[in-house]
Each structure stands twice: as C-alpha cells, then as structure tokens.
C-alpha cells in the first residue's frame, strides 16, 4: 500500500514567487493535516481536512497561505507570495479516524524562499 | 495552553540503553504520542499512551505518567540506525497533534 506522498520534494524560489505544494493520502483516509517545521522550531499543525471540507485551519499563518482538497483525495497548499519566513519543511499527514489515531506522515516537501 | 518539553540533543553507545525524557503540560489530556524521524524522511509513529504505566514493543518501550505529565521512551540494544530525532506529541482537543522540538539521537560505536 502507498503511503503518504508529497510533491515536489525540494523547491527553491525567490521571494514573491507562488509555489503550490501536493500531498496525497493514504487511499481511504478522509483526514489529512498539513504541518510545518521552520529550522530549529517544532513541527506546528497549519490545517486540517476531513474529506474535502476544511476542519480546521486555525494554525495558517496569514492569507497568504492557500490549502484545498478538491474531491476529497489530493490536498494542494500554495504560498503567494512567498516570503523569506515562509522556508521549512512542510509535511503532510493522513489518517481514517479522527480521535487520537497515529498520522501517517509524508516525507516532506523543503521550501526554501531566498 | 500546551506545552512540551524534550532535551534537544543525546548520544549514546551501540548496544546500550537510553531513556528519552518528556514533560508536558496540557489543558486537557488526550494521550501521549512518540515518533521517529530519520533525516529528511516521514515521522513514523512508535508508540501512543493514553494509560499510566510502561508499554513495551520489542526494543522500544514508552512509559506514561499522567499525574507528573512526564513520559519516557526507552530505547535498549541500541543500533546505529536508531540514530534520528525523537518526536513526543499531544494531541490538542482540536483532533491535531501538538509536538515537542524533538531530541536527536546519535548512536555511537
């Protein structure tokens, strides 16, 4: 079974450029989160999906920040304009349930905004 | 609020056995989650306790006490490959996980 995937991997952009970044669940998980890790901070919830719908999205940064999951399977996020602060490592996760169930977690997409 | 609490760096021998502490404080108790991340790769969950006591799983053990808002993860016979970032994590009432800075482990020879 496949298991989380991100896309792309790395990305390196200038500063006020848009990047989109793509996450596919686990096949038949209806949650999926997206996370961020900015050098030398914790791992920090940005938003939640239940199927298609936006759960939660209270840890976005600012409006600058984009995420949708159309249909309910892949989730995109995009950042426009980027800026230096938004570099880091932007994970993804899935899982079925909602309650206290472990995330299955992506590799990770590193975003470096110069 | 919530707030976690792991030491930021260890080292440790091949073979031997090593104790990962965290602390936590949180406004309302969900359980208590530890992963392992191997550099530039996906957290990987280990272990999730929501009872007081030592859960064990082969060579990684996790213990939990709810009283103190502590936990530990005990990792014995240790590998090289047991070299990676720890990660404790709560979650929130919210159904996201809320996670600690994390400890890198570095397994020496």
């Known amino acids: 079974e496949a298991g989380v995937t991100q896309f792309p991997s790395h990305s390196v952009i200038e500063k006020g450029q848009t990047v989109t970044l793509r996450c596919d669940p686990i096949s038949g998980h209806d949650n999926l989160y997206w996370y961020r890790r900015v050098m030398g901070k914790e791992i920090k919830f940005l938003l939640h999906?239940?199927?298609?719908?936006?759960?939660?999205e209270s840890g976005m940064p600012n409006n600058r920040f984009l995420a949708e999951r159309t249909g309910g399977t892949y989730s995109t996020l995009k950042v426009q304009p980027a800026e230096l602060e938004d570099s880091g490592v932007y994970f993804c996760a899935s899982s079925q349930s909602q309650v206290n169930e472990k995330l299955f977690f992506g590799s990770g997409t590193q975003l470096s905004v110069l | 609020g919530q707030n976690i609490d792991q030491p930021t760096e260890m080292t440790a021998t091949e073979g031997a056995i090593v104790q990962i502490n965290c602390t936590y404080q949180?406004?309302?108790?969900?359980?208590l989650f530890w992963y392992q991340q191997h550099a530039g790769e996906a957290p990987t969950f280990l272990s999730y306790n929501v009872l007081d006591g030592l859960e064990e799983k082969g060579r990684f053990s996790s213990f939990l006490s709810r009283s103190k808002g502590y936990s530990y993860l005990l990792l014995k016979e240790l590998q090289m490959k047991d070299s990676a970032s720890y990660l404790c994590a709560s979650p929130t009432g919210a159904n996201n996980l809320f996670f600690g800075t994390g400890t890198r482990l570095t397994v020496i020879p």
């Open positions: 999906f239940v199927k298609e719908s936006k759960q939660d």
């Open positions: 949180t406004s309302g108790f969900n359980g």
